[in-house]
């Protein structure tokens, strides 16, 4: 049997893996070397793995340069358990964060800190459908707020904070899990960052998170809460209370030794302006395809664009997945097309898509 040859894979997530990755993966799936069993099968106690969990933090530290006094979990459930253990540890049940709703993820946020305690909306842009970010002058912020809650990157609307917002000292809270590590990133500048991890730094299974060991020190979590949901006994016990998931650890682990061998974040960075910025200099090439996201704000990752009307949408999405461009279409609840371009994305798969969106132009145009 042929081997069924890769597509140029735009999802959204989980998303594209580096294919040094993928092999080294599959060359040690069945008997890793020097242990002669798989990752999959060996104890997360034992010699091997342990030494998997040190490498990534390690790794993880050097590549983003992580501070000392921040602690690096990792954690089952991904980005939308955060979404409830975040205000579950720092959010006093009578006292109230802010959150910056710059689209269908940080609204999914906000549903589960009101289950825990007072929300304020710090700026929405869901009146203009999402398609830009605040500018700072824009936020209004509780200077007794518990923390600011903000997306850097919008998966679904495809906006991205160019920088990180100012808060005054109340400890700063992200969710970066559609750009973590698509660039060089301010950790000091956060009390806490997490990331699902399947778009940019590994499959799904496992979210990262960096928190400042002080802002954990200061939790206000219930004394009944779950240990499952509780920061502090993961952080005890070296993100191994219980079982990790261990091959989504593994993985992201040759990740971020792919990313330390093409030069780290900078050089990562230099990549996903180029890449974006092909994309949508043929998006604004023309006036057959349209941005959804504002200009200055437009997505490195998640690249989301329209066409004349959603008939020519739907033959686009299909035309391209014939053409080996998989995973266009935009989410349901936006519509349009969407290239997810992630550090993984390769950068022919690009021109190929540029050299079909002019092609798919001349014929319906
Ligand atoms: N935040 C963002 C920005 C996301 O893109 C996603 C997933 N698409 C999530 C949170 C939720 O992640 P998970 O599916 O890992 O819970």
């Known amino acids: 049997m042929t081997a069924t040859p890769r597509v140029f894979n735009f999802s959204a997530g989980p998303g594209v893996l580096p294919v040094p990755v993928l092999e080294e993966a599959q060359r040690d799936l069945v008997s890793m070397p020097g242990v002669g069993m798989s ?8 010699k091997f793995f342990e030494g998997v969990l040190a490498q990534t933090e390690a790794d993880i530290r050097k590549l983003a340069g992580v501070p000392d006094d921040y602690r690096v979990l990792f954690l089952p459930g991904g980005a939308s358990l955060q979404f409830s253990m ?5 959010l006093p049940r009578d006292g109230s964060a802010d959150y910056i709703v710059s689209g ?8 589960e800190a009101k289950k825990v305690g007072g929300v304020k909306i710090a700026w929405s842009g869901e009146a203009a459908n999402f398609n830009t970010v605040p500018a700072q002058g824009d936020l209004v912020l509780d200077p007794k707020a518990a923390y600011v809650s903000y997306t850097s990157n919008e998966t679904i609307h495809g906006v991205e904070f160019t920088s990180s917002p100012e808060t005054g000292g109340v400890p700063l809270v992200c969710d970066t899990s559609s750009d973590m590590f698509a660039g060089p990133l301010d950790v000091a500048k956060h009390a806490l960052i997490y990331a699902g991890a399947q778009k940019n730094i590994g499959p799904a299974g496992v979210a990262l998170v960096l928190v400042r060991d002080e802002w954990l020190k200061r939790r206000v979590a219930d004394p009944a809460l779950s240990s499952m949901l509780n920061y502090a006994i993961h952080a005890d016990n070296g993100s191994m209370y219980n079982t990790p998931p261990v091959f ?14 093409i030069g780290g974040l900078p050089a990562i960075r230099v990549i996903n302006e180029r890449k974006a910025a092909t994309l949508y200099a043929e998006i604004d090439r023309s006036g ?28 686009f999405a299909k035309e391209a997945k014939a053409a080996g461009l998989d995973g266009l279409k935009g989410h349901r609840s936006v519509g349009g097309m969407r290239a997810s371009i992630y550090n993984a994305f390769p950068e022919d798969g690009v021109d190929a898509l540029v050299q079909f969106m002019q092609e798919f132009e001349r014929k319906n145009g």
């Open 288 to 315: 057959f395809y349209t941005g959804h996201a504002a200009v200055a704000c437009r997505s490195l990752m998640n690249v989301t664009f329209r066409l004349p009307s959603e008939d020519l949408e739907t033959t």
């Open 248 to 261: 989504a650890i593994y993985i992201m682990g040759l990740v971020m030794k792919w990313l330390l061998s």
């Open 104 to 111: 269908a993820w940080s609204q999914k946020a906000v549903k």
């Open 39 to 46: 990752v999959l099968e060996m104890s997360h106690r034992g």
């Open 86 to 90: 975040v205000p579950l540890n720092f």
